[in-house]
């Protein structure tokens, strides 16, 4: 102990020393102070010079103190004087107290922290002495090497405020320091190097440090570094992995996710230790989240492969699925599956999400049988009717209801047909009318199996001619929905009616009640199969339609054979390019989104080798949307694509490229392909100006995925509707309804009925349905006024009211437990179907008067690919029901924030089964119970939770 105390003196006896110097230069300084204040003559009438602060005057004792040692330590340190006394070790010690010093200093919001103060005008001393003993070749001190290291750490800590940002000062003095730690292992002296030189300076150097990373990464990437080679970044990467697992192990995970983007080393994050079940689920939702800005399609899939390898690690298989769907990776689905064996409850929760997505996944017949059957039963959807009128029954909503019921005319001042008819004898029924009142009735009671128009007789039938008669029978598929064995008995007598019309319209039927839904005896084939080979024009149109309908995103081989002859098929007419429009069409909803060759190849071959005569067709465009689907949200996949429809000498062709472009980027939110899209907007055109409103519609289609893009497109529709001609204004409120799908947002509903009153027609009546669109299945009674006051306003015009009936129909849709949102999983997962159906209906709204006001009007029945009910069914293992509480309230967005903030707001408790709007979310009321599912959606399996304690009644 004896040398340590020697060693002490002369670092005392400086510190008495110099701090008597100082004091009693202070004191020389300020009388020569006073004297001149004196001198000018004191008081407030002295000038300005006598506002100025003395500083040593400001300061308090305590800081006085501070000042003068950390100013002792420095004048040490540098040893200016080269005094022998002053040894390394000595040097060390000042440092120490420096470092101590700078390491404990805490800082309020408003102040910066003492010490660092205090060393502003001994940075640059600091800085010449690391430079005079940074090229000094020190061999075999350790105390030097440790000093120096030290220096670069105490220098790298100062440059975060004082050092020249553009040069990054404080990275470099850091990565100098590091080598000097590393110099030291090498010495043998790993305990000095061990010291947590990063962490202990505390969170804000971190993040500066961080910054500075990712700069110095970029421009060495700009300089000419490869960035998949590891050697040219060795330096900034070991910083990395120091950074890293500092960020995630003190609650920073989102700094730590966007270093590892910065320095585009993702990978990294899946070696990392410190990520648990604590912390993983933050991690993998902002992993998801950020997805959404990533515009380069190989770093989007980087980042969602991230999350899903998460996801895995941590055995959360469900969310494991909902990544894998996010990124269109169905190949992953027997491995998931297969990798929770043990755990029944998460597989059954799993196939209820793939039934959702409407995947067609068959589960193998594995070691136990019953199993697989049951598995397949939940994908194929078959209880999903079932549970949906057992919501109705307790939810009390069973009654039918007539159109009279939506219309409510006893509330219109002059009424509308229907109150004409009882007024007089005279008045015949009007075709439009009833056809308007068959769709009505459809979509409100759809699902229910019955109403009062078309199960009790078949007088309603009669009413109708032609394509009406089509639609009523068809409108049986609709109120039988998803009851497959039931609604066919029905249906079934249709099928053999010797008037054609209700023939093609009970074959629709077959194909619209087994929407989604998986039968083992699969009888919508069977019985369409001979009708896509027969004569009859209007048959074969049904019967594709039909099949579109039915397998939806099953990617059924057998089905494509049927259809693709007809796709080929050489036209001798009219008639004909509708068949094989509606054949390009049914393909794409089938392989929605599988970017198959077969279906891609033939619909791109046809159009190429179609005179103009047929591309004139009202209908071609269907072609181009089936096109458009089969690569729906495959983003990069479509390029080649585009590039084969671009060599058409036709004005179909830029439609057809442009629909394809944006249905491959749908639910993106790519910015560069929306300001591509607004570019198209912005030529002037009268006529010929198909693609500029397939533009409007694709940037609704590429935003709806992200909020804040959906906010910016909606303000960049204001400008269009100010700035372009009348093609583009048309398309703006089928791209408003496209953003806002089944979501009554209150902006958007005014804005949609300002533009319903509008002097053009087909923009008033576009509004009409896309006011329809945004409220599908909400009741919401606001729009029901406005599309009342509508059908007031419009009632000389049978077009128009046509729309509003239409649009009253989706309003009421299943009586209010039905929507049409292709989002679903807490809006993670796009429904590739449920989008391309609403998309059908969007596209016939380009040219009303030759598709819904013509006689295609039956494409409305595509609307039933998207049809799911909201509801939210909490069941036992077995499936059967077990109520509990749940909170449902407003979704909020708590991606990234520090903390467990609050998931809904506003939220009111309810028992279940309950209904779920687009924009609230549930969670569990009760401990008692835990969900296999991390998102409460549609069916939930529920278990006992084992650490529940029931509370102790009162005695």
Known sequence: MAPKDDDDKPVEIMAETESAQKANDNKKEKDAAGKKKS???????????????????????????????????????????????????????????????LRSATSSMTSVPKPLKFLRPKFDVLKGYYGSIEGKAIEGEREMVFLRARLADVLAVLAMTLGKHEERESLNFKLKGTKDYDLLVALGDSESASDDNLGSWGHEFVRSLAGEIGQEYGARVIAGADPDDDGPFADLLGMVDVVVPFNVSHNAEAEAVDLLIEVQRLKKILELDSIDEGNYRRVCMYLIKTADFMSDPDDYAEVLESAYQLFIKQNQYYDALRVALRMGNEDAIPALLSQCSDDKLMKKQMCILLARQ????????????????????????????????????????MDPKTPEDIYKSHLAETGGFSRRRDAGGAVVDS????????????????????????????????????????????????????????????????????????KAGAALAVGIISSGVRNDADPTLALLDEHINGDSHIMKCAACTGLGIAY?????????????????????????????????????????????????????????????EELDHSHAKFLCLGLGLLFLGRMEKAEAMIEALRTIEHKISKLAAIVLETCAYAGSGNVLKVQEMLHQCAEHLEEDAEHQMAAVIGIGLITM??????????????????????????????????????KSDYSVIDQLSRMSHDPDAEMSQNAILAMGLTSAGTNNSRVAGLLRQLSEFYSKEAGHVFCVRIAQAMLHMGKGLLTLNPMHSDKMITSGPALGGVLTLIYSCLDLKSTLLDKTHYLLYYLTCAMN???????????????????????????????????????????????????ERAELGTEEVLSVSSVLEGIVILKDNPDYEAPESDK
């Open 39 to 101: 001198k000018r003559g004191g008081g407030k009438g002295g000038g300005a010079s006598d506002d100025i602060v003395d500083d040593e005057n400001a300061m308090s004792e305590e800081d006085r103190e501070l000042k003068e040692r950390l100013e002792t330590c420095v004048s040490t340190l540098v040893n200016e004087a080269n005094e022998a006394s002053v040894t390394p070790q000595i040097r060390l010690r000042a440092l120490d107290v420096v470092v101590t010093e």
């Open 358 to 397: 409407r995947i067609n996944y068959e589960v193998e017949e594995e070691v136990d049988e019953e199993d697989a059957d049951e598995l397949n039963e939940l994908i194929g959807n078959e209880k999903l009717s079932e549970e949906f009128l057992k919501v109705a029954q307790d939810l009390d909503v």
């Open 431 to 502: 075709a439009r009318a009833n056809l308007a009142s068959t769709y009505v009735n459809a979509f409100v009671n759809a699902g229910f199996g019955q109403d009062k128009l078309m199960t009790p007789d078949n007088e309603w039938l009669y009413k109708n001619k032609d394509h009406g008669m089509m639609a009523a029978s068809a409108s049986l598929g609709l109120i039988q929905l998803w009851n497959v064995e039931e609604g066919l008995a029905q249906i079934d007598k249709f099928l053999y009616s010797s008037e054609e019309y209700v």
């Open 552 to 612: 939806a995103g099953s990617a059924r081989e057998d089905v494509m054979e049927l259809l693709l002859p007809l796709v080929e098929q050489e036209a001798r007419g009219p008639e004909t390019m509708l068949e094989v429009s509606l054949a390009g069409l049914a393909l794409g909803m089938i392989y929605v989104g599988k970017c198959d060759d077969a279906a891609g190849g033939t619909i791109v071959q046809r159009l190429m080798e179609a005179s103009d």
């Open 705 to 742: 995925g992200e909020d804040v893009g959906a906010e910016m497109a909606i303000r960049s529709f204001e400008h269009l509707l100010h700035y372009c001609e009348l093609p583009v204004k048309r398309a703006v409120p089928l791209a408003l309804g496209v953003l806002n799908i089944s």
């Open 869 to 919: 009910p909201r509801m939210l069914i909490t069941v036992n293992e077995d499936m059967s029901w077990r109520p509990v509480t749940v909170r449902v309230g407003q979704a909020v967005e708590t991606v990234g924030q520090a903390g467990k903030p609050k998931t809904i707001t506003g939220f009111q408790t309810h028992t279940t089964p309950v209904l779920i709007s687009t924009q």
